[in-house]
T-cell receptor, first 112, second 115 residues
Framework: GENVEQHPSTLSVQEGDSAVIKCTYS??????FPWYKQELGKGPQLIID?????GEKKDQRIAVTLNKTAKHFSLHITETQPEDSAVYFC???????????FGTGTSLTVIP | NAGVTQTPKFQVLKTGQSMTLQCAQD?????MSWYRQDPGMGLRLIHY???????DQGEVPNGYNVSRSTTEDFPLRLLSAAPSQTSVYFC??????????????FGPGTRLTVL
């Protein structure tokens, strides 16, 4: 099966700085890569996703990049705010198949 | 729409007891899944279903059973609870088909403790 690795496990940034979280995957057939934000006591919520036919996708302050050759994808958050503090998970969906494989999470703290 | 709902929110069991975690969605999604979340291990897929009457195993299926008799409901059964099943359990659903077919919507979770 797929193996997704995520780094770093914890990240602290000053408010207004950028944050970058990186993930690698092992199965070159995986074709969908979502990022989730999980606030304390809640379920994960999708914040952005990218498909294997796209190299970059942006949504306001967040962006995701995908390098299929190197099998890694990254989440970029610019102009961080205290409300960005949460645990972020990357995931990969295998193809063919219907299983999602998650990274181990990154706890992001934005210091006011 | 209520989205994905899970009951109960908290549960304490003794070793060997059985119980069912409930999950329901009102979005007419074909795909439903169960994950467990443990510290430092992310979310791991237990079982999933691509439609009523169809279920399959994920990464960590041992000790759990599922069934999917309707589109809306996807209960997770613990047959004989063990301390290793202490975890937070999340149910998720996805439309599966269409442009947003892969987007998963998660429920609020059930925190289970097995003594």
């Amino acid at each position: 099966g797929e193996n997704v690795e995520q780094h770093p496990s914890t990240l602290s940034v000053q408010e207004g700085d950028s944050a970058v979280i990186k993930c690698t995957y092992s199965d070159s057939a995986s074709n969908y890569f979502p990022w989730y934000k999980q606030e304390l006591g809640k379920g994960p919520q999708l914040i952005i996703d990218i498909r294997s036919n796209v190299g970059e996708k942006k949504d306001q302050r967040i962006a995701v990049t995908l390098n299929k050759t190197a099998k890694h994808f990254s989440l970029h958050i610019t102009e961080t705010q205290p409300e960005d503090s949460a645990v972020y998970f990357c995931a990969a969906k295998e193809w063919p198949g219907n299983q999602f494989y998650f990274g181990t999470g990154t706890s992001l703290t934005v210091i006011p | 729409n209520a989205g994905v709902t899970q009951t109960p929110k908290f549960q304490v069991l003794k070793t060997g007891q059985s119980m069912t975690l409930q999950c329901a969605q009102d979005m007419n999604h074909e795909y439903m899944s169960w994950y467990r979340q443990d510290p430092g291990m992310g979310l791991r897929l237990i079982h999933y279903s691509v439609g009523a009457g169809i279920t399959d195993q994920g990464e960590v299926p041992n000790g759990y059973n599922v069934s999917r008799s309707t589109t809306e409901d996807f209960p997770l059964r613990l047959l004989s609870a063990a301390p290793s099943q202490t975890s937070v359990y999340f149910c998720a659903s996805s439309p599966l088909a269409g442009g947003h077919g892969n987007e998963q919507f998660f429920g609020p979770g059930t925190r289970l403790t097995v003594l």
